[in-house]
C-alpha cells in the first residue's frame, strides 16, 4: 500500500513537471537572431519589441527597428510573424519624421494589418502608431484589436509603452495582447476624487473622441443618483494606472455612497461596470 502511494506521487510529480515544461515550451522567449533577413550589422544595431497574441512560437508579433549605427535615428522597422504567410520572412517599413529635427522620434503612422488565424478565431492587428524614442529607450505602440466575425466581432484600440531590447541573442521583452479589458477604481480625499483604470493587462484602452470620457454616478444608501460626472484623462495617473479621473462635489459628511462607473471598452464588447462603497465621515462638531 505504501509503495503504490509512493508511486502514484511520483507520477503526479512527473506529471506535474511535464505540464510546467510543456507550458515553458509553449511560450518560448524568442531573439533577435531568429528575425529573418537581417544582416550581422543590422542585429548589432536594432532594438526589438514583442507583443504576443497567445501560446507558441508563432503567436507573437515581432518589432525590430533599424539604424545606421548604435545612437542613430531609427530608419526602418521590420514586422515578422513566425510562420506568417506574409510576415514569416519579415517585411520592412521606412521611418517617417514629422520633426525637422533628425534626432528626434522616429514615427511609423502608415497602418500596418496583420491577419491571424481563421474564421471565429480571427485576430487582426493593426499598428495605427509606431513611435520610437531612443533616448528613453521606450517604444510607443497604438493599435486596433479585432477579434472574431459577424455578431461576435469586437474591436478595441490599445496604447502600449514597451522597452526595447538590443543584442542578438537578449531575450526580446513581450507584451501580452491575449487579455481582456477590465475597470477598476480607486477613491481619494474621502471620495471626493474618483480615479479609473480601464486597460487590457498592460495596455491602456484608447476611448473615441477628442476628449474622451465617461460617466459615474454617485448613489445613496437608498440607491438614489445624488450625483453625476464624467471621467477623464488624468494629467497625472494615480499610480500610473489610474488614467481617468473626475471630482466629486455633493457628497455629505457623514453618509454611505456607492460611486458607479459604466463605459463601454470598444465596437461589440458589453458594457464594463464598476463600483465602489465610500464612507464619508461626519463633520465633528465644536
Not at 491575449?178 to 484608447?206: F, M
Request: aromatic content about 6%.
Amino acid at each position: 500500500m505504501f509503495r503504490r502511494g509512493r508511486l502514484t506521487i511520483v507520477w503526479l510529480f512527473v506529471t506535474w513537471v511535464g505540464r510546467v515544461v510543456l507550458c515553458a515550451e509553449e511560450t518560448p522567449r524568442l531573439r533577435p537572431s531568429q528575425i529573418p533577413g537581417l544582416s550581422a550589422e543590422e542585429r548589432a544595431a536594432g532594438g526589438y519589441v514583442a507583443f504576443r497574441t497567445g501560446p507558441g512560437t508563432n503567436s507573437v508579433i515581432l518589432l525590430a527597428f533599424l539604424a545606421q549605427d548604435f545612437g542613430a535615428p531609427v530608419s526602418e522597422m521590420v514586422v515578422c510573424v513566425p510562420g506568417h504567410p506574409r510576415f514569416g520572412p519579415g517585411v520592412r517599413f521606412p521611418a517617417e519624421r514629422r520633426r525637422r529635427d533628425e534626432k528626434g522620434p522616429a514615427e511609423f503612422d502608415k497602418p500596418v494589418l496583420i491577419q491571424l488565424g481563421a474564421g471565429e478565431e480571427t485576430l487582426a492587428v493593426e499598428l495605427l502608431d509606431v513611435e520610437k524614442r531612443p533616448r528613453r529607450g521606450k517604444l510607443v505602440v497604438r493599435i486596433r484589436r479585432t477579434r472574431g466575425v459577424g455578431t461576435a466581432r469586437k474591436t478595441v484600440e490599445l496604447l502600449g509603452v514597451l522597452k526595447q531590447a538590443g543584442g542578438e541573442e537578449n531575450p526580446i521583452p513581450e507584451l501580452s495582447l491575449d487579455v481582456e479589458p477590465t475597470l477598476r477604481l480607486h477613491a481619494v480625499q474621502n471620495g471626493r476624487k474618483l480615479y479609473a483604470a480601464l486597460r487590457c493587462g498592460e495596455w491602456s484602452i484608447v476611448m473615441p473622441g477628442r476628449r474622451p470620457a465617461f460617466p459615474a454616478e454617485v448613489l445613496n444608501d437608498r440607491g438614489g443618483v445624488v450625483e453625476t460626472a464624467a471621467l477623464r484623462q488624468a494629467e497625472d495617473p494615480l499610480l500610473k494606472v489610474y488614467e481617468w479621473t473626475t471630482d466629486l462635489r455633493k457628497l455629505q459628511g457623514g453618509s454611505n455612497y456607492t460611486l458607479k462607473v459604466t463605459v463601454t471598452p470598444g465596437a461589440g464588447y458589453p458594457p464594463l461596470v464598476a463600483s465602489i462603497p465610500v464612507a464619508v465621515p461626519a463633520i465633528p462638531d465644536f
